[in-house]
């Protein structure tokens, strides 16, 4: 978690130093004092409002004009009472953990120079991969080049771009990190319980069962279905013969489409036969791909494809691919690309992952889901003790 939330701070470093430590910058926008809101009597200015909205304006792209279009209007003022409410929430954040005595000591203002400093070799890490993609062959240069200096170098001219200091940076870390303590001492005891895993565990295994797709979009992957690969030769038609199919069955007229599609692939069979023939020879399949082969996604692919009944490729090819048996290759098959010659390479059984192998990956993530109900709940109860004053109109 710790270095998902380093990497994440590396990315958003300038909206996040801008936010964050917006009470301590020079920038202009800070200097109207007009209150725009108060929590328990403490104020929330312009100023502070500002600093945000404008780095939310080049976030969403709006210019000066956008501001001034009555089309624009309502979607602006949504965007800026969002802003408010943020505003709003951090500052009773901030209150409650003042409060509670979670407030930023050395011993958390080193930890946030470390992070810091983790935060600039993540950096530093990223600009070498990219400088190892980008420039092959150049590895003696590459080796010249202090990634380091260079992420350091990086960090501190955004941040002077917008008034920062590293040490107000750091400042700004070190007080979400007491933020974050403060939270988890209030969370500390909400978690899954066994009955409650075992119960998420027999849902989402069925769900995943009966809809492969979800698989996809589930957490925790508990159930792998049958999968096969394989390697094909297309024999494809025409751009423009698959955009006029494409045009006919976007109009609706499904038959002139099948007609159309019927003539073009018996254009294209005598060349896709005599592709099957030497498959079926014996010749060898790679080469065959290489020589004959129309699908971009075969060129230096040697893996293949893997397929399973999700309707990632289109049904004909599944269908096909998954039928058929060890070395063995198909007929011509026939879909709205061309025709396909399917060879099998490997088969992998499905596999349903039990709760105790899987117990771990539940549990963390059910922990997080109520403590993130746990958490809206508190804040749910803070908003409504707090004594909150917004005034929309002065934004």
């Given at each position: 978690?710790k270095?998902?939330?380093?990497?994440?701070?590396?990315?958003?470093?300038?909206?996040?130093?801008?936010?964050?430590?917006?009470?301590?910058?020079?920038?202009?926008?800070?200097?109207d004092?007009?209150?725009v809101?108060?929590?328990?009597?403490?104020k929330?200015t312009?100023?502070?409002?500002?600093?945000?909205?404008n780095?939310?304006?080049?976030?969403?792209?709006?210019?000066?004009?956008?501001?001034?279009?009555?089309e624009?209007?309502?979607?602006i003022?949504?965007?800026?009472?969002?802003?408010?409410?943020?505003?709003?929430?951090?500052k009773?954040?901030n209150q409650?953990?003042?409060?509670?005595?979670?407030?930023v000591?050395?011993?958390?203002?080193?930890?946030?120079?470390l992070?810091?400093e983790?935060?600039i070799?993540?950096?530093?890490?990223?600009?070498?991969?990219i400088?190892?993609?980008?420039?092959?062959?150049q590895?003696e240069?590459?080796?010249?080049?202090d990634?380091?200096?260079?992420a350091?170098?990086?960090?501190?001219?955004?941040?002077?771009a917008?008034g920062?200091?590293?040490?107000?940076?750091?400042?700004f870390?070190?007080?979400?990190?007491?933020?974050?303590?403060?939270i988890?001492?209030?969370?500390?005891?909400?978690e899954?319980?066994e009955d409650e895993?075992?119960?998420?565990?027999?849902?989402?295994l069925?769900s995943?069962?009966?809809?492969?797709v979800s698989?996809?979009?589930?957490?925790?992957?508990?159930?792998?279905?049958?999968?096969?690969?394989v390697?094909?030769?297309?024999?494809g038609?025409?751009?423009?013969?698959?955009?006029?199919?494409d045009?006919?069955?976007g109009?609706?007229?499904?038959?002139e489409?099948?007609?159309?599609l019927?003539?073009?692939l018996?254009?294209?069979?005598?060349r896709?036969m005599?592709?099957?023939?030497?498959?079926?020879?014996?010749?060898?399949?790679?080469k065959?791909?290489?020589?004959?082969?129309?699908?971009?996604g075969m060129?230096?692919?040697?893996?293949?494809?893997?397929?399973?009944r999700?309707?990632?490729f289109?049904p004909?090819?599944?269908?096909?691919?998954?039928?058929?048996?060890?070395?063995?290759?198909?007929?011509?098959?026939?879909?709205?690309?061309?025709?396909h010659?399917?060879?099998?390479?490997e088969?992998?059984?499905?596999k349903?992952f039990?709760?105790?192998?899987?117990?771990d990956?539940l549990?963390e993530?059910?922990?997080?889901?109520?403590?993130a109900?746990?958490?809206?709940?508190i804040?749910?109860e803070?908003?409504?003790?707090?004594?909150?004053k917004?005034?929309?109109n002065?934004l």
């Open positions: 978690m270095n998902k939330r380093i990497l994440a701070l590396a990315l958003v470093l300038i909206m996040v130093a801008l936010i964050g430590c917006s009470s301590k910058t020079g920038n202009d926008d800070l200097k004092k007009t209150v809101g108060t929590v328990n009597g403490e929330i312009k100023g502070e409002f500002n600093a945000l909205y780095q939310m304006k080049q976030s969403y792209y709006i210019s000066d004009e956008d501001e001034e279009d009555p624009m209007m309502e979607m003022a949504q965007l800026k009472s969002e802003l408010l409410d943020q505003l709003v929430m951090e009773l954040i409650k953990a003042k409060e509670a005595g979670f407030e000591t050395e011993e958390t203002l080193e930890e946030a120079r992070e810091l983790e935060i070799a993540n950096l530093a890490d990223q600009m070498e991969i400088d190892s993609e980008t420039e092959e062959g590895e240069d590459q080796d010249k080049k990634y380091t200096a260079e350091k170098a990086y960090v501190e001219e955004e941040l002077a917008m920062q200091t590293q040490d107000e940076f750091i400042d870390l070190a007080q979400q990190m007491a933020i974050e303590a403060y988890e001492s209030l969370l500390e005891d909400v899954a319980n895993i075992e119960e998420y565990y027999n849902e989402r069925e995943q069962k009966s809809n492969i698989i996809d979009y589930d957490e925790v992957e508990l159930y792998k279905p049958e999968e096969v690969r390697k094909h030769v297309l024999i038609l025409s751009q423009e013969d698959m955009e006029k199919y045009q006919l069955i109009e609706g007229k499904d038959k489409a099948k007609e159309h019927e003539e073009k018996k254009e294209i069979e005598p896709a005599e592709v099957l023939e030497k498959a079926q020879n014996g010749e060898d399949f790679e065959l791909i290489e020589e004959y082969g129309e699908d971009a060129k230096d692919n040697s893996v293949g494809y893997i397929v399973r999700d309707g990632d289109v004909e090819f599944e269908e096909a691919a998954l039928n058929l048996k060890e070395g063995e290759i198909s007929d011509l098959v026939s879909t709205d690309f061309g025709y010659i399917i060879k099998f390479y088969r992998y059984p499905q349903i039990t709760l105790e192998e899987k117990r990956e549990k993530y059910l922990d997080y889901e109520k403590k109900d746990a958490w809206a709940v804040l749910d803070w908003m409504k003790e707090a004594d909150i917004k005034h929309e002065k």
